[in-house]
Each structure stands twice: as C-alpha cells, then as structure tokens.
C-alpha cells in the first residue's frame, strides 16, 4: 500500500496508528505523525501495521488518507505521549471560560471506563459521549468525540485559543437574537473579561 522501502530521512515517523469503530458503526484506519497531525483512510483497507512505520504527507494524500483536525481528547493523549503528567483544558461557558488542570492519566483512565472525571475544586466533571465497543459490546478503545463538562454539556477546549474564539463566535451569534449587540471588538473584550485564561484584550 505505501513504500515504506524508501529513504526514510525525509519521512515521518508514525507514533500512533491502529483501527476503531466510528460513531456510524464503521472501522476507521488512523495514524498520528510525529509532527502531530492526525490522518483517516477515506475508504477502509487493510493496513500492514507492522510495516507502516514512517510516511509523508503527500504519500498519504496519494494513499486516499485525509487530515483529521485533533480532537480535544487527541490533543490529550498527545500530551500523554509526550511525557506530560497534567495539562490545562479550557471549559467554555457562553460569555467566557474557564481555565482548569487535570491530571492527563486519570483522566484518560476515567474517560476509558466511561466515567466522569472530577477536578480538584469539584466545579467541573468532565466525559465524553461513550465508548467505541463491537456489536457484541467488547470495548474497542475511547471514542474519539468531543469531550463534555457538567450537566449543561459545556465544551472542553485543549487548545486556549480555539476556545476564545469559540465563545467570540457564540456572542456574534447572539446579535441577531438580543437587544444589546456587540461589534467584533466588543466581543473579544468580554470574553477576555469573563475567562480565567491567559488571554488579555484591551
């Protein structure tokens, strides 16, 4: 399927790749390069793993593979992988956000089970949507949804700035449906305001 017999000095190594069952019902080949992007076959086929070792962008997209933008959840295990024991994830909450630590193994090891996992002050618990299994109901690994937070299914952001932008966005929606209106500016400054992140507008 790919050539993997030719200089592997300009290629890049595969940290991660395996199978899983979508939320459709159907087996997805998927692979992390080390430069941490995430790629799908389009159409499934049989994938030599253990020969699959280092690729390239463009032998990928010839391939029929596709990039995949990360997942929070992906982000998550990307850390893991890079030896991170905690990391920040940011919880939008309409008009801002807030900024929380989590332990990245206990996590995982709860989203595994398909239980929430609480932070340290208890305000936010954050899950995701379920778990991959078989028709038979055999684990198959995460799914790779969203993650949630709380009864009220706030989004969990492992990147800040998607997050911002997120809320920015929400409020820019909100114009057409309330009396107050914002301009972009206006927007962004609130949401700055509202957020316990690092982000600062004037």
Same mark, same amino acid.
């Given at each position: 399927?790919? /050539? /993997?017999?030719?200089?592997?000095? /300009?290629?890049?190594?595969?940290?991660?790749?395996?199978? &899983?069952?979508?939320?459709?019902?159907?087996?997805?080949?998927?692979?992390? !390069? #080390?430069?941490?992007?995430?790629?799908?076959?389009?159409?499934? =086929?049989?994938?030599?793993?253990?020969?699959?070792? &280092?690729?390239? &962008?463009?032998?990928?997209? +010839?391939?029929?593979?596709?990039?995949?933008?990360?997942?929070?959840? @992906? &982000?998550? @295990?990307?850390?893991?992988?890079?030896?991170?024991?905690? =990391?920040?994830?940011?919880?939008? *909450?309409?008009?801002?956000?807030?900024?929380?630590?989590?332990?990245?193994?206990?996590?995982?090891?709860?989203?595994?089970?398909?239980?929430?996992?609480? +932070? +340290? *002050?208890?305000?936010?618990?954050?899950?995701?949507?379920?778990?991959? +299994?078989?028709?038979?109901?055999? !684990?198959?690994?995460?799914?790779?949804?969203?993650?949630?937070?709380?009864?009220?299914?706030?989004?969990?952001?492992?990147?800040?700035? #998607?997050?911002? /932008?997120?809320?920015?966005?929400?409020?820019?929606? =909100?114009? *057409?449906? #309330?009396?107050?209106?914002?301009?972009?500016?206006?927007?962004?400054? #609130?949401?700055?305001?509202?957020?316990?992140?690092?982000?600062?507008?004037?």
């Amino acid at each position: 399927m790919l /050539n /993997n017999n030719i200089g592997k000095q /300009n290629m890049l190594k595969i940290i991660a790749g395996g199978e &899983h069952i979508n939320k459709n019902n159907e087996k997805v080949a998927q692979v992390t !390069l #080390e430069d941490k992007t995430v790629w799908q076959l389009t159409d499934y =086929m049989f994938v030599e793993w253990d020969e699959f070792t &280092h690729t390239t &962008h463009e032998e990928l997209i +010839e391939c029929g593979w596709e990039e995949r933008k990360l997942t929070t959840l @992906q &982000h998550i @295990q990307n850390k893991l992988l890079e030896g991170y024991e905690t =990391m920040y994830l940011y919880i939008e *909450d309409s008009f801002g956000y807030d900024t929380v630590t989590v332990n990245i193994k206990e996590l995982l090891q709860a989203l595994a089970i398909d239980e929430d996992w609480t +932070e +340290e *002050d208890g305000q936010y618990t954050i899950y995701c949507s379920g778990r991959n +299994e078989d028709r038979q109901g055999n !684990l198959l690994g995460i799914a790779q949804d969203n993650l949630y937070s709380n009864a009220a299914m706030l989004n969990v952001f492992a990147d800040e700035e #998607e997050c911002f /932008n997120f809320c920015v966005d929400y409020i820019m929606e =909100m114009n *057409d449906e #309330e009396e107050q209106t914002y301009t972009l500016e206006e927007a962004k400054r #609130e949401v700055a305001a509202q957020s316990t992140g690092s982000i600062k507008y004037k």
